[in-house]
Structure formats: C-alpha cells, structure tokens
C-alpha cells in the first residue's frame, strides 16, 4: 500500500487569500486524486492531477479556483485560491495506481481547512 | 451512471453487539465495492473490498462484507463491536478494474459504540 502525506494538516485562513496543500506520496503511482470532504457530507471528486499536463476536473470545479500540480509521480499540489468560508472542508489526497490494477484508492490523511 | 445510497446516517450500538451497516448501488455495468472507514480527524482506510469471487468478503478488525447482485447490496457487519470502532464508515462503488475511473462514495454512517 501507498503511504500517503499531506502538508499542512491543517489551517485557519482569511477571506480572500490562497492556500497551496502539498500531496507527498512514498512511491510512484499512476493516478493522483484530490477530493473534498464538506462538514458532515461524503467525499467529492475535485479533479484527477496529471503529470505533465492540466488536470482534469469534475464538473463544478474549475482551474481557476484549484489550481493543480503535478510535477512528477509523487507529488502533487492542489490550491484554493480566492477563499471563502464556504471553502471550509478537509481536502484529501488520494492515489491508485492502474498499473498494477489493485483496484485500490488509497488516501493522505487529509487537510482540515478554516475559513474565516 | 454508477451511484450508492448509505441507507443509515447514524447507527448506535452497545459494545459488544452485532452491527450491521447497509449500503446499496446502482451500476451499469460489473461492479467493484469497497468500504472505508474513517476514524476521527484522519483519513480514509480501506476496510475491505469485493472484486470478484466469494460474494462474502473478509475485512479488517473482524468486519466483512457480503454482496449481493440480486438486491444490488454490500452490507457491512461485524459480530461483536468495541468501542475503538466508533468511527464514520463509507461504502463505495467503482465500475470498472484499472485504468481511469471515478469512485462514488456513499455519504457515510456514523457508527457510535456506546459502553
């Protein structure tokens, strides 16, 4: 299985300021994740991060809003920009790796996000 | 389109009962199934999943899992609950082995084991 960090943990924000999670994975997997998890809600599908090209994203999020990296087969970067209170959530990294077609997501341990 | 329904927001349990919570899915097409639970201020785990086989799947901490093709369902239960699986649990659904797919999650049970 995939051992999965995120940084922060956590973070109390400002109206209007950007925050940039870091997603660090210990090995190298095809497919990199980033999901939305609202106060007593399920988890939401924000986009899947690409090495090398754009993200894609579900409907209702868009690039502008979630900027994501993804510069190599470890690590990704997903921001929320322009924050709002309504952006208060945990943010979760998430991986599979096709490849070896496990079948399995694996998650980080998630980045509680306060906006203020 | 593939979707699951967590018929059970909340389930409390005394220690030590049996529990048993229920999820349902819709799919077009073969399904994969999973559970997760989610313990507090941490991420998900994965608890145990179906791909293919024998319909009853065995878990960790003694949860498993049996699907069931003609009701469409992937009940998760455990015999004899502790305290220290007091936690949110998911069930979810993925179409399709390997390659690019979503995942649906269900929108969780809140499973309280009270003493």
């Known amino acids: 299985s995939a051992v999965i960090s995120q940084k922060p943990s956590r973070d109390i924000c400002q109206r209007g300021t950007s925050l940039t999670i870091q997603c660090q994975v210990d090995?190298?997997?095809?497919?990199m994740f980033w999901y939305r998890q609202q106060p007593g809600q399920s988890l939401t599908l924000i986009a899947t991060a690409n090495q090398g090209s754009e993200a894609t994203y579900e409907s209702g999020f868009v690039i502008d809003k979630f900027p994501i990296s993804r510069p190599n087969l470890t690590f990704s970067t997903l921001t929320v920009s322009n924050m709002s209170p309504e952006d208060s959530s945990i943010y979760l990294c998430?991986?599979?790796?096709?490849?070896?077609?496990?079948?399995?997501?694996?998650f980080g341990p998630g980045t509680r996000l306060t906006v203020l | 389109a593939q979707s699951v329904t967590q018929l059970d927001s909340q389930v409390p349990v005394f220690e030590e009962a049996p529990v048993e919570l229920r999820c349902n899915y819709s799919?077009?097409?073969?399904?994969?199934l999973f559970w997760y639970v989610q313990y507090p201020n941490q991420g998900l785990q994965l608890l145990l999943k179906y791909l293919s086989g024998s319909t009853l799947v065995k878990g960790i901490n003694g949860f498993e899992a049996e699907f069931n093709k003609s009701q469409t369902s992937f009940h998760l239960r455990k015999p004899s609950v502790h305290i220290s699986d007091t936690a949110e649990y998911f069930c979810a659904v993925s179409d399709l082995p390997g390659g690019y797919q979503k995942v649906t999650f269900g929108t969780g049970t809140k499973l309280q084991v009270i003493p």
């Open positions: 090995s190298q997997v095809t497919m």
């Open positions: 998430s991986v599979r790796n096709s490849v070896a077609r496990t079948d399995t997501q694996y």
């Open positions: 799919s077009s097409v073969s399904v994969y």
